[in-house]
């Protein structure tokens, strides 16, 4: 089962943070829930984050969504990597494109 076309072609706005949600960019990392739960709780804690990631289907789709307990502090932003989750308007694909490791998928470093 894949994500709908409306889905996984076009954000998703959260109303209530005010952040975008690019499911089809989510890799199910959970590091965004990761940093939650260290910033709020001072613990490493997929439960008690503020965000969950939901597979949808059974072919490694994510769906990022925020609890109603989120503040909308932006601490998890940071930590995604391929702009899953960003505010309106923020472009980040500079730092995408620069990582050591995407080069190196790339071929353009050698070890």
Known sequence: MTLPVAVSQSLIF???????????????????????????????????????????GSDESFLPQFTDDCDSCGFCLNYCGFEAIRK?????????????????????VTT
């Open 14 to 56: 959260d109303e209530k943070t005010g952040f975008e949600i690019h499911p089809e960019l989510c890799t199910g990392c959970n590091l965004c829930q990761l940093s939650c739960t260290h910033i709020k709780h001072r613990v490493f804690s997929l439960a008690d984050a503020y965000i969950t990631i939901d597979r949808v």
């Open 88 to 108: 309106p308007g923020d472009d980040r694909s500079w730092y995408i494109r620069t990582r050591p490791e995407r080069k190196l998928a790339e071929g353009k």
